[in-house]
C-alpha cells in the first residue's frame, strides 16, 4: 500500500514538472479525482454528527477525523464539493489535557475544479491526530437527493438518500474521497420525529421517537461507500443476518420478492468465503435512484422497479452481495480500474445465480450483457480504450465515461481465466485472491502480476497467448475472448421469426418465458407494423411487464412509432429515474424524426425529480442546454 502510494506521488511529481507548472497553489493532487496526499496525513476513523434539515434541504455536519501521519505532513488534504466550511479545529496531543478545548486551526478552501471541487487544506502539526471539522452542505450536493412526498410510495413524508459513488461523498462529508483511503466509521444522525435513518452500517429496526439514531461501522471502507437514507422506512427480517427496508406500503412486497437473500448469501460464501460485513440487508428507494443498485455495506440499495411481483430481477440483489468481496473487500485503487469492483462482480453474480437457478439463467443474463458490451464497443469506435479494463479516463468524469465494458469485458476475461486453467483451480485461486488483499487497493498491474505468479505460474510464453496486455489495456475484444450463447434464446428467435412471418401472436410458444427471453424476443424486430403491434400489446401486456421488459417494449414502440403506447412511456420516463433504463429510451426518440421534440416535452417534465448523475446524462442525449437557449 506504501510502495503504491509513493510511486503515484512520485507520478505526479514529474507529471507538474513535466508540464512546466510554475506556482502550484497547493501540492498537485494524487490522483486526478482527489486532493488526498496518500503518503501525508490520512484519515483512520470518522466520528459524525449529522443534522438532516428537510426545511433547508441541507445538513448541518460536524466531522472528528482520526489520522495517521508517518512522514509528519503539516497540512490535511481533504476533498469537498460546494460546502460550507464553518469551523476547523484539531486536538494536539498534550493540549486537550490542559484545556479540554480543541484549538481552532488555520485552513483554506483551495480553487475550485469543475469535478473535483475544492480542497480543504488543515494545518496541522506531525503530532496532531484529531481534526473537527463543522460545516453545511450546499444547495446544489450532488452526493444528496431530497425527495418531495409525492416522489415517495407513501406521498406523505419527504425523503433523504445518498449515492457516494463514484465522487459525490465529498458533498456531504469532507472525506479524502478515493477508493484507496479506508476508514472506520461511527455517526450519530438528527432527522425529524417519525423518520428512519440508516446507514451502511449497523443499523436501527425501528423508528427512534426523538428521531436520534447512532451508527457504526467497524470494517474500514472507502468513502464511496458512506451511505444515508432517511424516510419512511419499515424493517422485515429474512433471515437472522438478511432482511429488507422499504416504505411501509412497499415492505411486505419486498419481503416476498428477495426472500432468497440468505440462500444468496450462503452461495456465496461457499464460493469464495465467509461474507465479512456481519448483516445483509437492501433498502428499497423511491424510484428517482439513478442506479439498479449500490453495494453500500451491510445495507444495499435497490431501486424500487426491482418489486416486479415474480422475482425476475432479483440478479441484482446477487450483483450488490458479490461486491461484498469484490469492491468492498478488495477494492480498485482509482476509478481507471473499475473493472477491478465490476467485472469481478459480475462474473461472481453469475456464478451465485448459476448456482442458484441454473446455467441457462446465468447464460441468459451473459448474452445480453455480451450484445451491450458489443454496441459499446462498436459506438467507441476502433483504438478507443475506453473498452479497455483498465480505462484511461485522464480526469473524465467516471459517472459519465464508465459504461458496459468493465462490467462485461471483465466478466468475459475472468470467463476466459477460468476455461484456461479449470473451474476448481480458478476458484481457489479467487478465494485467495479474496483473503490475500482484503480491505487493501487494488490495481489492474497488480492483479496480473498476481493472476500470472498464482495461476500461470509465471509462464510469460502462457500469458502472451492469453493477451493478458490486449485485453488489459487495449479497446475491443481479443480473439481468445468467451462467446456466451443460450439455447433458450434459439428457442426464442425461432418464435420471433415466425411472427415475423405472420403468425398471430396468440400461437407463439411463450409458455415459461423468463424477464430475459421476452427481452430477447422484443431484440429481434427492427420495426413493426402498427397492426402487428397492436397483436403483441394485447397478447402479452408488454406495459404492465417488470421495468426491463418495458424498456424493451418502449423501444420498439419507438422505431415502429406505435402511438397508443405512448402516454404510458411517458408515464414511466416521469416516474423512473434508473438511468440504465431510461437512457435509451431517450437515445431513441432522439434518433427519430419529430423526437427529439417529444423527448424534450417529456424531458422538461421529468428531469425535475430525477437525480443529477441521470440529469447530467439525458442533458447530454437531447441537448438540454441548446434546447433552453432557443426558448
Ligand atoms: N456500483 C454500481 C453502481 C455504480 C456504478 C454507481 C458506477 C456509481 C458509479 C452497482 O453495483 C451496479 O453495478 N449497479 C448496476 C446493477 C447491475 C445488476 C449491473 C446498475 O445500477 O445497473
Ligand atoms: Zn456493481
Same mark, same amino acid.
Given at each position: 500500500m506504501l510502495r503504491f502510494s509513493r510511486v503515484i506521488v512520485a507520478c505526479g511529481v514529474l507529471l507538474a514538472?513535466?508540464?512546466?507548472?510554475?506556482?502550484?497553489?497547493?501540492?498537485?493532487?494524487?490522483?486526478?479525482?482527489?486532493?488526498?496526499?496518500?503518503?501525508?496525513?490520512?484519515?483512520?476513523n470518522m466520528t459524525l454528527d449529522l443534522n438532516v434539515d428537510f426545511d433547508h434541504k441541507r445538513i448541518d455536519g460536524v466531522a472528528a477525523l482520526d489520522i495517521d501521519n508517518p512522514h509528519g505532513a503539516t497540512k490535511l488534504y481533504l476533498d469537498t464539493w460546494a460546502m460550507r466550511i464553518l469551523k476547523v479545529a484539531r486536538d494536539d496531543p498534550g493540549t486537550s489535557e490542559k484545556t479540554g478545548k480543541k484549538a481552532a486551526t488555520p485552513w483554506t478552501l483551495g480553487d475550485s475544479?469543475?469535478?473535483?471541487?475544492?480542497?480543504?487544506?488543515?494545518?496541522?502539526?506531525?503530532?496532531?491526530?484529531?481534526?473537527?471539522?463543522?460545516?453545511?452542505?450546499?444547495?446544489?450536493?450532488?452526493?444528496?437527493?431530497?425527495?418531495?412526498?409525492?416522489?415517495?410510495?407513501?406521498?406523505?413524508?419527504?425523503?433523504?438518500?445518498?449515492?457516494?459513488?463514484?465522487?459525490?461523498?465529498?458533498?456531504?462529508?469532507?472525506?479524502?474521497?478515493?477508493?484507496?483511503?479506508?476508514?472506520?466509521?461511527?455517526?450519530r444522525v438528527h432527522v425529524p420525529a417519525g423518520l428512519m435513518a440508516l446507514m451502511s452500517a449497523r443499523n436501527p429496526r425501528s423508528v427512534h421517537p426523538d428521531g436520534v439514531y447512532t451508527f457504526t461501522m467497524p470494517q474500514s471502507i472507502p468513502s464511496y461507500l458512506l451511505a444515508l437514507a432517511v424516510g419512511d422506512i419499515e424493517y422485515r427480517p429474512i433471515s437472522r443476518r438478511c432482511g429488507v427496508y422499504a416504505e411501509p406500503n412497499r415492505v411486505n412486497d419486498a419481503l416476498w420478492e428477495f426472500i432468497d437473500m440468505e440462500k444468496m448469501v450462503e452461495t456465496a460464501e461457499k464460493l469464495y468465503g465467509p461474507y465479512r460485513w456481519g448483516q445483509f440487508d437492501v433498502l428499497v428507494l423511491p424510484p428517482a435512484f439513478p442506479y439498479g443498485g449500490m453495494e453500500n455495506p451491510r445495507l444495499t440499495f435497490l431501486t424500487p422497479v426491482l418489486l416486479a411481483g415474480d422475482r425476475s430481477l432479483v440478479s441484482t440483489v446477487a450483483h450488490e452481495l458479490a461486491h461484498s468481496w469484490s469492491g468492498n473487500l478488495v477494492t480498485m485503487a482509482d476509478w481507471d480500474d473499475f473493472w477491478l469492483n465490476e467485472g469481478f462482480t459480475t462474473y461472481f453474480e453469475r456464478r451465485i445465480t448459476e448456482a442458484l437457478y441454473g446455467r441457462d439463467i446465468a447464460?441468459?443474463?451473459?448474452?445480453?450483457?455480451?450484445?451491450?458490451?458489443?454496441?459499446?464497443?462498436?459506438?467507441a469506435g476502433p483504438g478507443s480504450k475506453d473498452t479497455a479494463l483498465h480505462i484511461p479516463l485522464d480526469g473524465r468524469d467516471p459517472d459519465q465515461v464508465l459504461g458496459i465494458a468493465p462490467y462485461e469485458k471483465g466478466y468475459l476475461f475472468l470467463r476466459m481465466l477460468e476455461g484456461t486453467v479449470g473451474r476448481k483451480r480458478f476458484d481457489t485461486f479467487l478465494r485467495k485472491y479474496f483473503d490475500t488483499f482484503s480491505f487493501q487497493p487494488m490495481t489492474t498491474g497488480r492483479f496480473l502480476k498476481y493472476m500470472k505468479s498464482e495461476l500461470?505460474?509465471?509462464?510469460?510464453?502462457?500469458?502472451?497467448?492469453?493477451? #493478458?496486455?490486449?485485453?488489459? %489495456?487495449?479497446?475491443?475484444?481479443?480473439?481468445?475472448?468467451? +462467446?456466451?450463447?443460450?439455447? @433458450?434464446?434459439? &428457442?426464442?428467435?425461432?418464435?420471433?421469426?415466425?411472427?415475423?412471418?405472420?403468425?398471430?401472436?396468440?400461437?407463439?410458444?411463450?409458455?415459461?418465458?423468463?424477464?430475459?427471453?421476452?427481452?430477447?424476443?422484443?431484440?429481434?424486430?427492427?420495426?413493426?407494423?402498427?397492426?402487428?403491434?397492436?397483436?403483441?400489446?394485447?397478447?402479452?401486456?408488454?406495459?404492465?411487464?417488470?421495468?426491463?421488459?418495458?424498456?424493451?417494449?418502449?423501444?420498439?414502440?419507438?422505431?415502429?412509432?406505435?402511438?397508443?403506447?405512448?402516454?404510458?412511456?411517458?408515464?414511466?420516463?416521469?416516474?423512473?429515474?434508473?438511468?440504465? #433504463?431510461?437512457?435509451?429510451? %431517450?437515445?431513441?426518440?432522439?434518433?427519430?424524426?419529430?423526437? +427529439?421534440?417529444?423527448?424534450? @416535452?417529456?424531458? &422538461?417534465?421529468?428531469?425535475?425529480?430525477?437525480?443529477?448523475?441521470?440529469?447530467?446524462?439525458?442533458?447530454?442525449?437531447?441537448?438540454?442546454?441548446?434546447?433552453?437557449?432557443?426558448?
Open positions: 514538472l513535466a508540464c512546466g507548472k510554475k506556482e502550484v497553489r497547493h501540492a498537485p493532487p494524487v490522483s486526478n479525482y482527489s486532493y488526498a496526499q496518500l503518503d501525508g496525513a490520512v484519515v483512520t475544479l469543475p469535478l473535483i471541487g475544492r480542497p480543504l487544506v488543515v494545518d496541522i502539526t506531525p503530532d496532531t491526530r484529531h481534526v473537527v471539522v463543522r460545516y453545511q452542505t450546499g444547495a446544489d450536493a450532488r452526493g444528496l437527493q431530497w425527495l418531495d412526498p409525492e416522489q415517495t410510495a407513501m406521498r406523505d413524508k419527504p425523503y433523504l438518500y445518498t449515492q457516494s459513488e463514484s465522487i459525490l461523498a465529498r458533498s456531504w462529508i469532507p472525506c479524502q474521497d478515493t477508493p484507496a483511503v479506508r476508514f472506520t466509521y461511527s455517526a447464460e441468459m443474463e451473459a448474452v445480453l450483457g455480451y450484445k451491450e458490451l458489443l454496441d459499446e464497443i462498436k459506438a500461470l505460474d509465471n509462464n510469460e510464453e502462457l500469458a502472451a497467448t492469453l493477451k #493478458l496486455h490486449d485485453w488489459a %489495456y487495449e479497446g475491443g475484444l481479443p480473439d481468445n475472448a468467451p +462467446r456466451p450463447e443460450s439455447a @433458450r434464446f434459439a &428457442r426464442v428467435e425461432e418464435e420471433a421469426k415466425r411472427f415475423t412471418r405472420g403468425a398471430p401472436a396468440s400461437d407463439l410458444d411463450t409458455g415459461q418465458w423468463t424477464s430475459m427471453e421476452w427481452q430477447q424476443f422484443l431484440a429481434q424486430f427492427g420495426t413493426l407494423e402498427t397492426a402487428q403491434m397492436a397483436d403483441l400489446d394485447t397478447a402479452f401486456h408488454f406495459t404492465k411487464r417488470n421495468g426491463e421488459i418495458q424498456r424493451s417494449w418502449y423501444l420498439l414502440c419507438i422505431t415502429s412509432q406505435y402511438e397508443p403506447d405512448y402516454p404510458l412511456m411517458e408515464k414511466y420516463l416521469v416516474r423512473i429515474g434508473r438511468r440504465w #433504463l431510461i437512457r435509451p429510451i %431517450y437515445t431513441r426518440l432522439c434518433e427519430t424524426k419529430d423526437g +427529439r421534440r417529444r423527448a424534450l @416535452r417529456i424531458y &422538461r417534465r421529468a428531469r425535475p425529480g430525477y437525480h443529477s448523475i441521470t440529469r447530467d446524462t439525458i442533458d447530454k442525449i437531447v441537448d438540454w442546454k441548446a434546447a433552453n437557449r432557443r426558448n
